[in-house]
């Protein structure tokens, strides 16, 4: 008897667990945009070194995990291997978020398309005005009404009906979010932060945090099974006690 609970409880709380929010992940080209190594310090600061994944287009199983957040950076020279990838899963990454996960797609672009389908009805559009000024319009990255200057802060805008607007340049909206499905997407066209001014980095790191937020933890078959298996197990451990 003593077992049989012991396993059930087990069960519980491996369940439990399997259903836990998983680990950032971040997914680009196999060089780094702008040839810095920008996001991988934002990502640190925001998860810790060793507490997310590096993924490249093109590797399987990014999408496979419904409680995951993807930061995706299509800018500089990896604008080609973006859109290239993009168009093939873009019903992939739109899917993913309707099941209850998170993605960031951030492109600050060098050339590309003009009014590049993202999904979720929105494009992205590169202005050739590399904005110097980009403003903040919540609190939840810093005060709204911050502005993060320098040599080039965004190349894109973005636009799409049923969005709330998290920043913007003198070139138009430069980061959006909705809520889609189950899940939670952010759109942008801003540069790395080694071109922002000292509080570009932090916002930085505050934006992934947020993305990161938007999770929908949705437990994964494997999981209700374990879950339930232990439910069942502390059921006939009750029943067998009063008998």
């Given amino acids: 008897m003593k077992t049989l609970k012991t396993i059930s409880l087990a069960c519980l709380i491996f369940g439990a667990a399997q259903a836990a929010v998983a680990g950032p992940i971040y997914l680009t080209s196999g060089s780094e945009p702008w040839g810095t190594n920008a996001n991988i310090e934002n990502f640190d600061a925001a ?31 990896n604008t080609f291997d973006f859109e290239t990838w993009y168009n093939s899963n873009r019903s992939t990454v739109e899917t993913f978020v309707a099941s209850g996960g998170s993605v960031f797609v951030n492109a600050a672009r060098w050339g590309g398309t003009d009014n590049f389908d993202l999904g979720f009805g929105a494009t992205l559009t590169e202005t050739g005005n590399y904005s110097t000024e980009c403003t903040l319009t919540t609190n939840d990255f810093a005060a709204a009404g911050t502005v993060f200057t320098g040599s080039g802060c965004s190349h894109d805008v973005v636009a799409g009906a049923g969005f709330n607007t998290l920043a913007y340049s003198t070139a138009g909206n430069i980061l959006l979010e909705k809520s889609y499905g189950l899940g939670h997407v952010m759109l942008g066209g801003m540069t790395t932060t080694n071109f922002h001014s000292g509080n570009g980095f932090d916002i930085r790191v505050n934006m992934l945090k947020y993305a990161n937020d938007g999770v929908t933890a ?26």
């Fill in 47 to 77: 998860f810790g070194a060793g507490n997310w994944d590096r993924a490249v287009f093109g590797d399987a199983g990014v999408f496979s995990d419904t409680s995951d957040f993807v930061y995706i950076d299509g800018g500089d020279g």
């Fill in 218 to 243: 949705v437990p994964e078959s494997s999981s209700i099974v374990l879950f339930g298996l232990g439910l069942l197990g502390l059921g006939l451990a009750r029943r067998n006690k009063k008998a």
